[in-house]
Protein backbone atom coordinates (compact mmCIF):
# COMPACT_ATOMS: atom_id res chain seq x y z
CA UNK A 1 0.00 0.00 0.00
CA UNK A 2 1.06 3.69 -0.97
CA UNK A 3 1.88 5.67 1.71
CA UNK A 4 3.92 8.51 0.76
CA UNK A 5 4.73 10.44 -2.57
CA UNK A 6 7.77 9.38 -3.64
CA UNK A 7 10.41 11.53 -5.94
CA UNK A 8 11.07 9.99 -9.56
CA UNK A 9 7.36 8.81 -9.44
CA UNK A 10 4.88 9.81 -11.97
CA UNK A 11 1.74 11.86 -11.21
CA UNK A 12 -0.86 13.81 -12.34
CA UNK A 13 -2.30 16.19 -10.34
CA UNK A 14 -5.51 18.14 -10.64
CA UNK A 15 -5.34 21.76 -8.82
CA UNK A 16 -7.75 24.68 -8.22
CA UNK A 17 -7.18 28.08 -10.36
CA UNK A 18 -7.97 31.60 -10.11
CA UNK A 19 -10.53 30.49 -13.17
CA UNK A 20 -13.47 27.58 -13.53
CA UNK A 21 -11.34 25.69 -14.75
CA UNK A 22 -9.20 23.38 -13.04
CA UNK A 23 -5.41 22.97 -13.37
CA UNK A 24 -3.65 19.36 -15.04
CA UNK A 25 -0.34 19.07 -14.15
CA UNK A 26 1.11 15.51 -15.40
CA UNK A 27 5.22 14.61 -14.65
CA UNK A 28 7.32 13.37 -12.25
CA UNK A 29 7.97 14.20 -8.64
CA UNK A 30 11.33 16.44 -7.90
CA UNK A 31 10.79 17.22 -4.20
CA UNK A 32 8.91 19.46 -2.29
CA UNK A 33 9.61 23.24 -0.76
CA UNK A 34 8.11 26.21 0.69
CA UNK A 35 6.55 29.25 -0.71
CA UNK A 36 6.73 31.21 2.53
CA UNK A 37 4.59 29.54 4.85
CA UNK A 38 3.04 27.39 2.31
CA UNK A 39 4.01 23.44 1.40
CA UNK A 40 4.57 23.03 -2.56
CA UNK A 41 4.89 20.03 -4.47
CA UNK A 42 7.74 20.13 -6.98
CA UNK A 43 7.25 18.47 -10.64
CA UNK A 44 9.13 17.94 -13.68
CA UNK A 45 6.73 18.58 -16.43
CA UNK A 46 8.88 18.70 -19.57
CA UNK A 47 10.12 16.17 -21.37
CA UNK A 48 13.37 13.93 -21.80
CA UNK A 49 14.75 16.97 -24.03
CA UNK A 50 13.76 19.94 -21.74
CA UNK A 51 13.48 20.23 -18.46
CA UNK A 52 10.17 22.38 -17.18
CA UNK A 53 9.35 22.73 -13.51
CA UNK A 54 6.00 23.45 -12.48
CA UNK A 55 5.75 25.08 -8.53
CA UNK A 56 1.82 23.31 -6.63
CA UNK A 57 0.77 24.90 -3.54
CA UNK A 58 -0.24 22.15 -1.44
CA UNK A 59 -3.76 23.77 -0.66
CA UNK A 60 -4.88 24.39 -4.36
CA UNK A 61 -4.53 20.41 -4.79
CA UNK A 62 -7.54 18.66 -5.44
CA UNK A 63 -6.55 15.11 -6.28
CA UNK A 64 -3.38 13.11 -7.43
CA UNK A 65 -3.42 10.18 -9.86
CA UNK A 66 -0.21 7.89 -9.28
CA UNK A 67 0.73 7.22 -13.24
CA UNK A 68 4.37 4.92 -12.45
CA UNK A 69 5.39 4.49 -8.69
CA UNK A 70 8.87 4.40 -8.26
CA UNK A 71 9.43 1.77 -6.00
CA UNK A 72 13.16 2.92 -4.35
CA UNK A 73 12.71 2.72 -0.72
CA UNK A 74 14.11 6.53 0.48
CA UNK A 75 15.96 6.64 3.22
CA UNK A 76 14.38 8.95 6.05
CA UNK A 77 16.61 10.12 8.66
CA UNK A 78 15.46 12.33 12.14
CA UNK A 79 13.98 15.64 10.66
CA UNK A 80 13.31 14.03 7.17
CA UNK A 81 10.01 14.23 7.07
CA UNK A 82 6.90 16.08 5.59
CA UNK A 83 4.00 16.62 6.96
CA UNK A 84 1.19 18.14 5.14
CA UNK A 85 -2.19 18.98 7.02
Keep these: MMTHLTKGSRY ?3 SASSTEDNVVSEGMLEGFLS ?3 EPAILLNIGDSKNE ?3 II ?3 TIL ?16 GDVT ?3
Design 12 to 14: KIV
Design 35 to 37: MGE
Design 52 to 54: KLR
Design 57 to 59: PVS
Design 63 to 78: FIDVIEQNEVKEKQEK
Design 83 to 85: YIN
